[in-house]
């Protein structure tokens, strides 16, 4: 089992599933993350998205990995993510 520790930033990710449908799709370098967001830097320009109900698929050392967004909602310092 791999886990995933502290922050988000600096990561690509693309939000694979989501209750808000505006999320779908969208891809990017996430650039700041708080207890229930994150902020990923598009093509578009930045987008805010909330955590909550969301699937992303996280690109890290070469490999993707998916994690529930209901699962990174929290202090960010002392989150431990399992995956896999």
Known sequence: ???LFGT???YVVEVVEASNKNY?????RVIDETR???VIST???LKRIVKKGCI???????ESILV???DLIGDVVRRVV???
């Open 82 to 84: 399992r995956i896999g």
């Open 43 to 45: 093509s578009g320009g």
């Open 56 to 62: 992303f698929r996280i690109v890290r050392e070469g």
């Open 36 to 38: 229930n967001t994150i």
């Open 68 to 70: 529930r967004g209901d």
């Open 8 to 10: 988000l930033i600096g």
């Open 24 to 28: 779908r799709g969208l891809k990017g």
């Open 1 to 3: 089992m791999r886990r």
